[in-house]
Nanobody, 126 residues
Framework: QVQLVESGGGLVQAGGSLRLSCAAS????????MGWFRQGPGQEREFVAA????????YYADSVKGRFTISRDNAKNTVYLQMNSLKPEDTAIYYC???????????????????WGQGTQVTVSS
């Protein structure tokens, strides 16, 4: 099993920044791809960004490109999501997820991820 714990959410004004963290523990060696997803009020959960422990490649949803940056610290088994220029439409619960190695064509597919965190709330006020 792999446990994922998100932190760093909160209330921020539009244009502000937040950094989310996802700490992984347990059988982390069984995972390779880490993703961030979000679910806004009344909306379906959607892909935000992904990164692999083993490679430096990153993937982003079009809606966050140029504003969000995903990164990792392998020594700490932690993945980060730096969110800048936040907009009210970024308001959502943000979830961290872990999967085995995923090729770039499926990193955005929610059903490919095995482990999920509990989520952290991000609220952006206008």
């Amino acid at each position: 099993q792999v446990q994922l714990v998100e932190s760093g959410g909160g209330l921020v004004q539009a244009g502000g920044s937040l950094r989310l963290s996802c700490a992984a523990s347990g059988r982390t060696f069984s995972t390779d791809t880490m993703g961030w997803f979000r679910q806004g009020p009344g909306q379906e959960r959607e892909f935000v960004a992904a990164i692999r422990w083993s490679y430096t490649g990153t993937y982003y949803a079009d809606s966050v490109k140029g504003r969000f940056t995903i990164s990792r610290d392998n020594a700490k088994n932690t993945v980060y999501l730096q969110m800048n220029s936040l907009k009210p439409e970024d308001t959502a619960i943000y979830y961290c997820a872990a999967a085995r190695f995923l090729p770039g064509t499926v990193v955005a597919a929610m059903n490919e991820y095995t482990y999920w965190g509990q989520g952290t709330q991000v609220t952006v006020s206008s």
